[in-house]
């Protein structure tokens, strides 16, 4: 047995869609990392040809590229790169956004906080802004069943504030280490949700199951925020935010889910009383609806 294998096997997922600046930045910090036994798997959804090609160019022999020949969405696409680590013995499984750079520690940290808590089936670091990596993106968080999604605690805080791990039952998607354990009992995320949500799903799932979500504090990573699908269609993440909160409470919150489903139509309609987009983001909420009463789901647009 090599140094390497004494510790946990970890595949790192990263999905793509049309991005290459973002990714070589991502690999390239990766690179850096000190965690000895780990492996890169990039999952294209269905870029542009000249962006694969590019890609392909930068990379060395050692990441795996899966080309998706149509776009999976979030939750597709990386469960086709969570397939391909179970089929290689992963013992975690890390789903990273592409609009990331890491600390040279943060698998080791978060790994540490994994022998620690031998019950905590996901872990995630401390993801501060890229553009103000004192100021704190996303720390824990909680999952609303009122508001049918998951919300982070400490947006705009001061990193250092944060300085032990935290129970939670929710970690943003951005970036999230997950046991083999717990994809072998609750499964991969929902295809249905295709993009927003599955994460707040997934950590639902996750401690409906037994496990505990633990933030690893001493892990840190930093987050672009969100630029590709803003720039694709600033309407978006409306659409599947509103589609997407109703599915999930319908799916997991039982008579609850009336609740949830007035409070967000009124909520929304009263933001969109001052909005200066109410037009057409009306169209796009009242489509969303639609298309939920209908079970229309996974990619819209």
């Not at 013995?89 to 990273?96: K, Q, S």
């Not at 905590?120 to 508001?147: H, Q």
């Amino acid at each position: 047995m090599s140094e390497t294998d004494k510790y946990p096997s970890i595949y790192i997922v990263i999905l793509n869609w049309n991005s290459y600046t973002d990714i070589f930045e991502c690999i390239s910090s990766l690179n850096n990392i000190t965690y000895p036994n780990y492996k890169i798997v990039i999952v294209d959804n269905a870029s542009d040809e000249n962006i694969i090609n590019k890609i392909e160019a930068m990379l060395d022999k050692t990441v795996h590229i899966i080309k998706n020949h149509i776009n999976l969405g979030f939750s597709g696409g990386n469960n086709v790169g969570i397939k391909y680590a179970l089929a290689n013995n992963a013992d975690f499984v890390l789903l990273l956004n592409n609009d990331t750079i890491v600390e040279i520690d943060f698998l080791d940290e978060m790994i540490k906080t994994a022998f620690l808590k031998p019950k905590a089936g996901i872990i995630g670091p401390l993801i501060a802004f890229y553009s103000n990596k004192e100021s704190i993106w996303s720390a824990y968080g909680f999952v609303s069943k009122i508001k049918s999604s998951g919300f982070t605690r400490m947006m705009n805080k001061n990193i250092n504030l944060v300085k032990k791990d935290k129970e939670c039952n929710f970690l943003s998607g951005c970036c999230l280490l997950v046991r083999r354990d717990v994809i072998e009992k609750i499964g991969l995320l929902d295809e249905k949700y295709f993009l927003y949500l599955e994460d707040t799903d997934f950590c639902w799932r996750t401690t409906k199951a037994g496990f505990k979500i633990v933030l690893a504090a001493k892990s840190k990573i930093y987050h672009k925020v969100s630029a590709s699908t803003a720039r694709e269609n600033s309407l978006m993440p409306l659409y599947y935010a509103v589609r997407n909160r109703l599915y999930f409470a319908k799916k997991n919150f039982g008579v609850l889910f009336y609740l949830s489903y007035w409070y967000l139509i009124l909520t929304m309609k009263i933001k969109l009383l001052t909005d200066q987009q109410k037009v057409k983001k009306r169209a796009i909420f009242t489509r969303a609806i639609s298309d939920f009463n209908k079970n229309i789901m996974g990619q819209a647009f």
